[in-house]
């Protein structure tokens, strides 16, 4: 950090930038009401799919409806779940036939404010998008949905849907779509803000009691000139770029942290490449993106496919500029990694200061947003 | 046999003594997090005529100016004097006696965890850059505190946030050609 630069415009630092991410956004119609306090921008949202509080509900019912696998076995919430933050606390997730995802489930808390959505994926931005790769996908099998296996008569023989669908969509004929499902998810999805963590409590409400002196002094590590965190989780969102109603779209970011060095021309295990999966440029192997670190206490396993067990662990990561595996499989010097981003370049910190920067980072849980109603299961148990 | 109220006399003083030194262990252990906590008073040093001492309620005192920026996608308000007004009150070159050898300065603001930028009396003096360079001590009307006071500098014409510092603790002026 720099104690100082901060975040006034949250500047692109430049590195590794790219040209992704313009999101055709405005501001949410509707009167949708987002409850956010002081502080938070309100969130983008698709020209082509205004909030209403009707779609949210929706969303939220099919969310929480393991009538979207075909096997009837899985719902997003299976691998989102809300006390994890909309994660699920395993190392990498797994799908409903029982076949196991390469990484690990992301959080979709403040989901609405990302300028990308996946780990690795430049090209999603839109939840709408976004949504059909869990839904569709074969690679891996999530939910194992095939169109035409019947899933929206599934939907449709449900009398909560058959008024839900028409008030979400009343301008329709017939909204039971698979385009109208992945907008009310998308919808739900944008309606789950954190914003009333003790951390929030303290910085936009000034309650100088609602964090420890640890945590205050974590907080000061954090944005300051040794550790640095904020140059790559900065902002209100503590993550990479973030979108809004205000802003138009702006470039994003991935970073190889140092995390593998393997020997050979493809440095990080397979199949998880960073986003070089997608440009197949050699120098964008093992770049993710930084994640939000709001409700991070809860989210463990952390990085990209669950490698790393506890926040302290994370913090000793960067600390040595890189993890270092000495043998097995994923020997390897992570620190050396060639593509790894400079600002990976370690730092010290006594045991004293590194619980403090835990303490930061678990002040940043909002017990609110975990058990809130609104974002919970709306179908009897 | 003998030994033992010896032992005992042992045993007593390094009681005693860790009974001293527990307190001093726990002043240690204050001390290191009073360190830490930013001071209050922001100094002005260098090649000025005196070293100069401000608290928030001295830049209250002068004329304090409010700047809304862009921070974070909302919109926040500022509240601090130029630092151009704080460096003529520190007796820095500006102003009429910025002029030859005194356009050769420069000012390093230093922050608490160590960071520094620099700032020239050519780009915030009217007659020159005239450039709006803030020092706040008000953020939405309240008291700067943790990571970001009590002071810090608000760049409003930066395009990048890196010379925005926070933690602001100290200005020095130095002058290259005296």
Known sequence: MRTSPPSLPLFCLGIACLGFGAIPLTQAGGGYDWRLPKGFPEPGVPVDNPMTASKVELGRRLFYDKRMSANGKSSCATCHKQELAFTDGLKESVGSTGEHHSRNAMSLVNVAYSAVLTWSDPTKTKLEDQALVPMFGTHPIELGLREGDGFISRLQSDAFYRQLFPTAFPEQANPFTVGNVTKAIACFERSIISARSPYDRYHFGGDDNAVSPSAKHGEELFFGESCKCFQCHGGFNFSDATVSARTTGRHTEFHNTGLYNLSGELTYPEPNLGIYEHTRLITDIGKFKAPTLRNIAVTGPYMHDGSIATLGEVVDHYAAGGRTIHDGLFAGEGSRNPNKDPRIAGFKISPQDRADLVAFLTCLTDQEVLHDPRFGNPWPQ | ?178
């Open chain 2, 1 to 178: 046999m003998n030994n033992r109220p010896l032992r005992k006399r042992y045993l007593s003083l390094l009681l005693a003594a860790v009974a001293l030194a527990g307190p001093f262990l726990n002043l240690s252990a204050r001390a290191w997090r009073q360190d830490s906590k930013p001071s209050e008073t922001l100094l002005v040093t260098g090649d000025i005529p005196t070293p100069v001492g401000l608290k928030a309620e001295d830049l209250d005192k002068m004329q304090p100016e409010s700047v809304t920026v862009n921070e974070e996608d909302a919109s926040t308000n500022y509240t601090g004097v130029t630092l151009r007004s704080v460096l003529e009150k520190a007796g820095a070159p500006m102003g009429k006696s910025l002029r030859g050898k005194g356009l050769a300065s420069y000012v390093l603001a230093k922050a608490r965890d160590g960071y520094q930028v620099v700032f020239t009396p050519g780009e915030l003096d009217a007659s020159f850059g005239n450039e709006r360079v803030l020092i706040a001590y008000k953020r939405e009307g309240k008291a700067l505190f943790g990571y970001q006071g009590p002071f810090r500098i608000i760049c409003p014409n930066d395009k990048a946030g890196a010379r925005s510092i926070r933690m602001l603790e100290s200005l020095e002026v130095v002058r290259l050609r005296k």
